[in-house]
């Protein structure tokens, strides 16, 4: 992969993800979906910040806002990063096997390159959890006119969520059975997991009373 995904224009970006091609592939997809959906909460911020109506949650948007504007830089790192990360994989699956040494090193890699295209899903799950947190803050305080936004961003988001779970489970068999991250990594999607119905309902249930 040359260009980094996040610098591709969003027709081309989704060409790329329509073709053959290895990566990027579903654990960009979710990082991307996450950062839009942490994108949409700073923009319903950004559309109630300064209204009379807002005056006593002024603080409280301004926290919302910085961190999601932090988990949409992460978010977009990491759409690069799984992708780079899954390339990797790919290579090392195709480094010649004729000798014992080169089965070895092959082994060594492929290892190695698992590992990391299974943290870079994990982060993003973690993330894109925060971010259906934040949605859930603003919903009940955000600008009427964009409580749908709030919907939207709280959807993308947690199927960021979902869809990076999805990515760290199919790499955990690929991990040796010693290896910490294998425990680690199911423990911490169990955990993003847990509570997710229940923040994406009661935004959805927010959202909802506000549409009235």
Not at 9 to 29: F, H, K, N, T
């Amino acid at each position: 992969m040359d260009d980094e995904i996040t610098q591709l224009r969003a027709r081309e970006l989704i060409e790329r993800l329509a073709s053959s091609a290895p990566v990027p592939g579903g654990g960009s997809a979710s990082a991307l979906a996450g950062a839009m959906g942490a994108a949409l909460v700073q923009m319903v911020v950004s559309l109630t910040v300064g209204r009379p109506a807002a005056a006593e949650s002024e603080t409280e948007l301004t926290e919302i806002a910085t961190a999601a504007a932090i988990s949409q830089s992460e978010l977009l790192n990491l759409a690069d990063l799984d992708a780079v990360a899954y390339a990797e994989v790919v290579r090392a699956r195709r480094l010649p096997t004729e000798t014992e040494r080169e089965r070895e090193a092959r082994a060594v890699q492929i290892a190695a390159a698992t590992r990391e295209a299974t943290r870079a899903p994990m982060q993003t799950a973690r993330i894109a959890a925060t971010v259906v947190e934040l949605a859930e803050r603003v919903a009940p305080i955000g600008n009427r006119n964009a409580v749908s936004d709030v919907g939207v961003a709280a959807l993308l988001a947690a199927a960021a969520v979902r869809g990076a779970a999805l990515n760290v489970r199919i790499n955990l068999p690929y991990l040796d059975a010693e290896e910490p991250l294998r425990d680690e990594a199911a423990g911490e999607v169990d955990r993003v997991l847990a509570g997710l119905d229940g923040r994406e309902r009661a935004v959805r249930d927010a959202v909802e009373a506000r549409l009235g």
